[in-house]
């Protein structure tokens, strides 16, 4: 097979994958109807969803290909929200999945402009010790993706201020889980909020949650071999 041929199938095979990463998104609960969206890195571009097509209806030849110059291929329009797609894959070449949705209570706090606070050790799963909210600004215009790329400096998750969430990975599973750990987090921050305001951990215990999570590539893949001191598979013995 050339390498043209090779190309063309990796392209579809991730067409096929996106559409089922949305249809992933709705079974989930993490989104409704036709709101969010979602784009892959592409070769020297990127593909993005459609605008105002169901996911149930969606075929990966629907998928729209993009240039980073903001021009476009495919059959639709694509997401009204292509600016932020495009400016966060061109500004974060550590990720290559970008996904927008307006889970429940994540957007809860996101219409209260409120972060999301180290109040449990997960929140490090997004890359540092809040989960940020970022400006508000309309939707679909370069005001929102500028303050996205704000609230996403050196993280991997955001919240959007009175509209949704943001969460990269650097494949479309990556950032499927991370979108649900953070609307999980939300959740259990709004559930807790009604008790008083929870406790937050220091900065020096973030620290070290953030390093074993980079040490056991957290939410990311099986961690490596030795990466934890104390589980092993049965049968083998502890080195040294």
């Known amino acids: 097979m050339s390498k043209s041929a090779d190309s063309k199938t990796s392209e579809h095979t991730l067409r096929r994958d996106m559409v089922e990463t949305c249809r992933r998104m709705n079974a989930s609960g993490i989104n409704q109807g036709t709101s969010g969206n979602l784009s892959a890195r ?103 993706s500028d303050a996205a790329l704000e609230a996403l400096d050196d993280r991997l998750a955001c919240l959007l201020g009175q509209h949704g969430q943001i969460a990269l990975g650097n494949s479309l599973g990556a950032a499927l889980w991370l979108a649900i750990e953070v609307e999980t987090l939300a959740r259990i921050y709004v559930q807790a909020l009604p008790l008083g305001t929870p406790p937050v951990l220091d900065d020096a215990e973030m620290a070290r949650v953030l390093d074993q999570m980079r040490r056991m590539s957290y939410g990311q893949m099986p961690e490596p071999e030795g990466s934890n001191d104390v589980a092993r598979p049965k049968g083998k013995q502890k080195a040294g």
């Not at 957007?107 to 989960?131: D, N, S």
Request: hydrophobic letters at 40%; glycine letters at 8%; proline letters at 4%.
């Open 42 to 144: 592409c070769g020297d571009g990127f593909l993005i969803t459609p605008s105002s097509l169901a996911y149930d209806a969606m075929k990966p030849h629907d998928i729209m290909r993009m240039a980073f110059d903001g021009s476009y291929e495919g059959e639709h329009r694509p997401s009204s929200e292509w600016r932020f797609h495009r400016d966060i894959l061109r500004a974060r070449s550590d990720v290559n999945v970008v996904l927008h949705c307006h889970s429940v209570y994540a957007t809860t706090l996101a219409c209260q402009h409120r972060m999301i606070p180290a109040f449990h050790y997960m929140v490090g799963v997004a890359g540092g010790t809040t989960i940020r909210c970022a400006r508000y600004a309309t939707f679909g215009t370069q005001a929102l």
